[in-house]
């Protein structure tokens, strides 16, 4: 199966983290964020991967490479100026269903189901749903029971909140649904395509999705993402050796007699862990 990732993010809010790197590539309990997206799609059977980027993309070419030693074939698909987000997955040119997920999101969410749900609904695009507490910072959805959509707003405010369901960025998509977009202009999404889709009475669907989900957009949610990660409340690992429960190790880690280490923690490449030092999840 055929996935994009969306990788052009330049993560100002993030900053400094991102001065001299690409969002995707912050790193995330020792990889960079987009290589637990790397491994979801590869988990799924998505293996024909492109990627889309604007921002310092040969910081994510000299990476991930022609992605093999993630079990996916990458190509890269770098915008000269922003195009917005559909205009930049119009570049990629898949001439059929393929899925499309931010790489600067955490997730575990079953893209095998989603897929599934797309294909028995015979939609034209299927965008992938989740509750949230706060739906203040995301599209809003609102779905009948087959899970067509009805209605959506981008960003609400408080009178607008009309659901607790939101846009998570991932979306399943039929060719046909780009063919709306022109070649070459900035087109977004959820502002301009959508929309348009749902007053031309094309088959729009929701899916909405159990596991985790963190759109990792500011700093408090970055730091909240790795809590997450280590308390096991999502699926992905972090980078390096397991050593015992809730605790890894990086490359060329000294760890000496008598230190005390109490998980979860992630140690990272060719730390010293001196006798006596007593690190505490």
Partial sequence: MKAVIMAGGEGTRLRPLTCDRPKPMVPLAGKPIMEHIAALLAEHDFRQV???????????????????????SLNYFVEKEPLGTAGSVKNVGFNDAFLVISGDAL???????????????????????????????????????????????????WGQIFSDIVNTGIYIIEPEAMALCER?????????????????????YGWVADGYWSDIGTMDVYRQSHY?????????????????????????VELESGARIQGPVVIGDYCQIRAGARILP
């Fill in 50 to 72: 492109a990627v889309t980027s604007c921002y310092l993309p040969q910081v994510i070419e000299d990476y991930f490479g022609d992605g093999k030693a993630w079990n996916l």
């Fill in 184 to 204: 070459g202009r900035a087109v977004d999404f959820s502002r301009e395509l959508f929309p348009r889709l749902l007053a031309e009475g094309a088959p729009l």
């Fill in 228 to 252: 997450d990660l280590l308390a096991g409340k999502v699926k992905a690992q972090p980078r390096g050796i397991k050593l015992a429960d809730g605790i890894w190790l990086g490359k060329g």
């Fill in 107 to 157: 997730t575990d969410i079953d893209l095998s189901a989603a897929m599934a749900f797309h294909k028995s609904r015979g939609a034209m695009v299927t965008i992938v749903l989740k509750r949230v507490p706060n739906p203040l910072e995301y599209g809003v959805v609102l779905t009948d029971e087959d899970g067509r959509i009805k209605r959506f707003v981008e960003k609400p405010g």
